[in-house]
Structures are given as structure tokens and as C-alpha cells.
């Protein structure tokens, strides 16, 4: 498999200022060396509770909001370090499903304006060539010509997703971030949306880092699950490996947390106690373990590497210490 993004030691600290100066008076730790590489064509899926800094991640990959340090190699190049100008081919070729499309889209503007405006942005102006690719993205997503002459009011959450995903793919991107794209919608709906991904992923040969809190979510769509706890990735593997054979603490409790029917082995259940520790005051040595239930004396001095223990699968946790 080709690496598409090869993401190396990747940080971001936020300062936290008080009082009338603006005095610094500590971090939030958003990221913390984070290593990951996206592979040609997969579905990353990146799970994790909220403030786990998924969404950070997404935007640092796409050189939305920069990173205290650290690289994103993309085509050999390492974007973080360049200027806007230099940034256009790239800006063309990755992009961003936002999770709210009663957000995303401009109230103002009618659905034809919404699909023109990329290309506005990147200097095309041939209306033949625009007018054929926004009716060819229509298509794509299942709707109709007429859409184009309406405004975004007039359509259900679905449905705007539908049209912010048009959007976002209309100039025929190689990556996109899809950050909870379909958790501000019915459950009813969110399948549909899903299924539309991975047929648009597998039409247009797209990769894509699907970000979601949900599990099951990711477990339908995804070819590998990373697992991100308080800035850091504690557990990435193929997804049937990850299903079937997960191991760092944090994944287990995750997977524990989701709901099932019929609850027999409830009493076997490892959810952790407590909340996720404040990312302005991280706690020392593995940073999960004020929660974990395996913790040990050096869990509380030292920070765990992430290692692999079989092909493609690694885990930060010193019970996988060989
Ligand atoms: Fe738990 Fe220790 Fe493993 Fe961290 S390193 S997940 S605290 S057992």
C-alpha cells in the first residue's frame, strides 16, 4: 500500500492566557507526538471521546490551523511549511466534510452559487466546464438538477449533507476529512449518508480519515481504526484485527461502552470510571492512567510507546511490552 500522508511527530499546544495581559498561565496539550500514515484509497476511521483532539488532528492534516511542530508529508512534501500561495494544488486536492450542515452552508446563497464557489476560489471560470461537473455531482449524490435553484432552507439535514459533501468533493479531491459528518443527523439518516461515502469513496478512488465517536460507524465503514486518547493515537489496526482483537484498555472500554440488546456479560464490562482528565493538566506517565483499571506502579511514572505487536497493529500500553 502507498502511504499517502505520512504524519510525524505531530504537536499542538494551545496557550491558556488570563487576566487583562493576556498573561500565559499554561497549555491545552491538543496533540502530542502523533505519528500516522494514511494509505491510498482506505478509510481511516479515528475514534475517541470528545476532546480526545480528533478533530485537531483532521485540521492540523490539512494545514487548517498549524501545529506547534511536527511534519504532514503529503506527495514527498512536507506542507506544514508552506505559504499560502504554495498551498493552492493542495488546498485542491484535500478537503473537509464539516459534522453541521445547518452550519456549513451559506443560508444566503442558492445551491447552484454553494457547488460554483470552488471553483470561483481556484480560478475556473469556464461556465460550460463548471455548469457539467456541478450536474455531474448532483447526480453523484442522488439528487436532482432542480436542487440547484433552491436554497438550503428548503432541504432536510440529509439532504444538506448531501449538498456540503457535493461541495466538498466537486473539484475531484484525492483526500478528504470527514469530521462527524453524519452525528448532527437522525439515525434514520446517518445510514444513508454513510453508504453515500463509501460509494463516492470507491467512484472517485478517494481516501478518507472518517472521524466519529460512534463505533459502530466506524466499524461499517472503515479499512483500519486508529484510537486517540487525550492527544495521542493509543491503538491502530486493520479493522477486522481491531474488532476481533483489540488490546489497549481504552479500546476495550470503548467497545464495552456500546449498547447491545441482549447485555448477558454486562458484569464483564470494563467501562472506566471517571472523565477524561482536563488537556491542560495531562497526567504524568501513561496518560490514561488515572482510569485505567490494569495500571501499575510504573503506568503512573512513565510514558508507554506506541509499539507494534503483530503486522500492522500497534498499541501504547506496557502490558504489550514483549
Ligand atoms: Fe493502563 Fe498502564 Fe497500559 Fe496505561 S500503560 S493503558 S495505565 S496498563
Not at 447526480?139 to 448531501?162: A, T
Not at 474488532?243 to 441482549?262: G, R, T
Not at 472523565?275 to 492512567?289: L, R, V, Y
Amino acid at each position: 500500500m502507498n502511504k499517502l500522508f505520512e504524519v510525524k511527530n505531530l504537536n499542538m499546544l494551545y496557550p491558556v492566557t488570563d487576566g487583562l495581559f493576556g498573561n500565559i498561565r499554561g497549555y491545552v496539550y491538543a496533540l502530542n507526538n502523533v505519528d500516522i500514515d494514511i494509505y491510498e484509497n482506505e478509510i481511516l476511521g479515528l475514534v475517541g471521546e470528545s476532546g480526545s483532539g480528533k478533530s485537531t488532528l483532521g485540521n492540523c492534516i490539512l494545514k487548517l490551523i498549524n501545529p506547534t511542530n511536527g511534519e504532514v508529508i503529503f506527495e514527498g512534501e512536507n506542507i506544514l511549511i508552506k505559504n499560502k500561495k504554495e498551498l493552492k494544488p493542495f488546498r485542491k486536492k484535500a478537503q473537509l466534510i464539516f459534522q453541521n450542515p445547518y452550519m456549513s452552508l451559506n443560508p444566503r446563497m442558492k445551491i447552484y452559487d454553494i457547488l460554483k464557489e470552488p471553483f470561483i476560489v481556484n480560478g475556473i471560470k469556464d461556465k460550460t466546464e463548471i455548469d457539467s461537473k456541478i450536474k455531474r455531482i448532483v447526480n453523484l449524490i442522488g439528487m436532482q438538477d432542480e436542487i440547484l435553484n433552491r436554497y438550503p432552507h428548503e432541504f432536510s439535514g440529509g439532504q444538506r449533507q448531501r449538498i456540503a459533501i457535493a461541495r466538498a468533493i466537486i473539484l475531484n479531491p484525492q483526500f478528504v476529512v470527514a469530521d462527524e459528518p453524519v452525528s448532527a443527523l437522525d439515525v434514520s439518516i446517518q445510514a444513508q449518508i454513510v453508504n453515500l461515502l463509501i460509494e463516492l469513496k470507491d467512484h472517485l478512488n478517494l481516501t478518507m480519515l472518517f472521524i466519529s465517536h460512534d463505533l459502530s460507524i466506524i466499524k461499517y465503514i472503515s479499512d483500519r481504526v486508529a484510537v486517540m486518547y487525550l492527544g495521542e493515537i493509543v491503538e491502530i489496526a486493520e479493522k477486522e484485527e481491531f474488532f476481533n482483537n483489540h488490546k489497549h484498555p481504552y479500546s476495550q472500554a470503548l467497545l464495552d461502552a456500546v449498547p447491545v440488546i441482549s447485555d448477558d456479560k454486562k458484569a464483564d464490562r470494563n467501562i472506566l470510571s471517571g472523565d477524561i482528565p482536563s488537556p491542560t493538566k495531562p497526567p504524568k506517565g501513561c496518560k490514561i492512567h488515572t482510569r485505567c483499571p490494569y495500571v501499575m506502579p510504573k503506568c503512573k511514572e512513565q510514558k508507554p510507546e506506541l509499539k507494534e505487536i503483530s503486522p500492522n497493529h500497534k498499541v501504547r500500553c506496557f502490558l504489550f511490552d514483549k
